[in-house]
């Protein structure tokens, strides 16, 4: 088991918050792209970060979009088509929004319109 499961959602959410605006995209950003996701509305999300809810929580709570099976590419050298954990998948699948959220690309190709 990866200690990224167990690590709550809230102290890994403000890397994401300071990758993306360090790029000069916006938290409202970063939000739409985890709803996208995960289905988490903003309440939702907000009730996550302040219970300190596990990743492992997080995604057991989330209705993935369907559309999620789309996202491909490598992320730390692996290809996330490739990841036999779901769980661990899940994760990268939002590591990759986000690493895609913050190079810029437009918002209608990382929520795979």
Request: glycine share 6%.
């Amino acid at each position: 088991m990866s200690r990224i499961f167990s690590t709550s959602f809230s102290s890994v959410y403000p890397h994401y918050v300071t990758k993306v605006e360090k790029k000069g995209r916006t938290t409202a950003e970063l939000h739409q792209v985890i709803e996208w996701l995960t289905g988490f509305d903003e309440a939702a999300l907000q009730h996550h970060l302040s219970a300190g809810t596990t990743v492992a929580d997080f995604f057991a709570g989330a209705e993935l979009n369907a559309k999620a099976t789309s996202i491909t590419g490598t992320i730390c050298g692996v290809r996330i088509e490739e990841i036999d954990d779901p769980l661990m998948q899940q994760i990268r699948y939002l590591d990759k929004l986000v690493d895609e959220l913050a190079k810029g690309r437009p918002m209608e190709k990382v929520l795979r319109a």
